[in-house]
Nanobody
Framework: QVQLVEYGGGLVQAGGSLTLSCAAS????????MSWYRQAPGRQRELVAT???????NYTDSVKGRFSLSKGGAKNTVLLQMNSLKPEDTGDYYC???????WGQGLQVTVSS
């Protein structure tokens, strides 16, 4: 299991922005993909965005055009830039890696109307 460390999150007004970061050990030679999931209160965890080792990104429809997932400056880090936030973006956000696999501890994001 890969240990992932997350930073960011917090409280923001609707229309605002937040950046979430996720880092795995730079000693890991390569990570096939890294993703962000979120879980709203009373709902199932859902995939928000994924970035592959080659830099290919995919987003769930509800965040397309508002969220941007990119590789960070340090090895095995990713940044989720979230713009034009809506109250429905509220939830706990989790970073996940695949090959090798791991989950972050989760970050709380609250968007007030």
């Amino acid at each position: 299991q890969v240990q992932l460390v997350e930073y960011g999150g917090g409280l923001v007004q609707a229309g605002g922005s937040l950046t979430l970061s996720c880092a795995a050990s730079p000693l890991i030679p390569a990570i096939i993909s890294m993703s962000w999931y979120r879980q709203a209160p009373g709902r199932q965890r859902e995939l928000v965005a994924t970035i592959t080792f080659d830099g290919i990104t995919n987003y769930t429809d509800s965040v397309k055009g508002r969220f941007s997932l990119s590789k960070g400056g340090a090895k095995n880090t990713v940044l989720l830039q979230m713009n034009s936030l809506k109250p429905e973006d509220t939830g706990d956000y989790y970073c996940k890696s695949d090959e090798p696999s791991g989950w972050g501890q989760g970050l709380q994001v609250t968007v007030s109307s």
